[in-house]
Structure formats: structure tokens, C-alpha cells
């Protein structure tokens, strides 16, 4: 029984390495990410990029994932960026959690998850 603990001890100290050679100081995610995820999130005409001040960015785990781009579709305000490449599907900016809970993101309900296939279907293949 000792034996299994320390090596879950050990792969557990392992996976906190990997971790922490992934995480910038703000604590965000910055590496490449390991697999390709089952949904991405997508902007909808909605965002307004919270008056410049996009909630969705607090919430996001991965740095630079989310950007705040000037649109003029959007005056005075932007719209938000989600780069396919950088987004792991974690649904944290979203506002509607599961069993129609209600979580700290988009106060406009401006994000939806979207299956990457249906994404790369429409967009291109995404390179992993």
C-alpha cells in the first residue's frame, strides 16, 4: 500500500512540475496544449467588449487567449478574439454553467461553445 502511495505522491509531484513550467507568474496557462479540445469557444455579434474591460478575460486560464480587438461593428466599444489555437474549451468565460447554474462570466451571454469539428468544418483544419 505504501508503495502505490508514493508513487501517486510521485506522479502527483510530477504533473505540479509540469504545471508550473506552464504557468506564466500571473498564473495563466502559456505552453502549447497537449491535445485538441472537444469544443472551443466562439464570439457571438453580442460582445461589446464590456466597455473595455472584457469579464471573459478575467475568467480565461490561458494567457492570450482571449483579445480585445477594435471593430467597427462595436463602436465606441471592441469585440473580443478567440484564438482557436489557444482556447481549451474549460468554459470558464461562459455565464451559464451546468444544470442552468450561473458562473462569474459574460454578462451577455455573448459566448457559445461550439464542437471543433463543426468549427474546423467551417474555418480549416486546426494545426496540432
Not at 509531484?13 to 496544449?33: I, Q, V
Not at 469585440?79 to 455565464?95: A, S, T
Request: hydrophobic share 30%.
Amino acid at each position: 500500500m505504501s508503495g502505490e502511495t508514493e508513487m501517486t505522491q510521485e506522479t502527483t509531484l510530477t504533473s505540479a512540475a509540469k504545471t508550473a513550467r506552464l504557468r506564466a507568474p500571473s498564473e495563466r496557462f502559456t505552453g502549447r496544449r497537449a491535445k485538441k479540445p472537444k469544443q472551443l469557444a466562439v464570439i457571438t455579434d453580442s460582445c461589446s467588449g464590456c466597455a473595455g474591460g472584457p469579464v471573459c478575460q478575467i475568467y480565461c486560464p490561458v494567457e492570450e487567449c482571449m483579445i480585445l480587438r477594435i471593430t467597427t461593428d462595436a463602436f465606441p466599444f471592441s469585440r473580443i478574439w478567440v484564438d482557436p489555437l489557444k482556447c481549451v474549451g474549460c468554459r470558464k468565460c461562459l455565464r451559464q454553467g451546468p444544470n442552468e447554474t450561473f458562473l462569474d462570466g459574460c454578462p451577455w451571454d455573448a459566448i457559445v461553445m461550439v464542437p471543433t469539428r463543426e468549427w474546423e468544418d467551417e474555418h480549416g483544419q486546426l494545426p496540432y
